[in-house]
């Protein structure tokens, strides 16, 4: 199981200190780009999960793309 953990950095040593301590648990700090792109695509699923059960408006395709 792989979890994402988010948390202030002045606490994040003694927690990685305790989780190193695990033999059976892997750790594997993030970068802030990473963490930022792993933020984002949850939050674009939260959006389809939304507009598939009818609760938000899909936007047309077209009008998307001339905003780019």
Do not use: C
């Not at 950095?9 to 993030?30: F, Q, T």
Request: glycine share 2%; charged share 35%.
């Amino acid at each position: 199981m792989k979890i994402l953990i988010d948390i202030p950095d002045n606490k994040a040593s003694s927690l990685l200190d305790v989780l190193n301590g695990i033999s059976y648990v892997k750790v594997k700090p993030l970068t802030d780009s990473k963490a930022l792109l792993l933020e984002e695509m949850r939050e674009a699923v939260e959006e389809m999960k939304l507009i598939r059960t009818g609760k938000k408006e899909a936007r047309n395709a077209e009008d998307f793309l001339n905003e780019l």
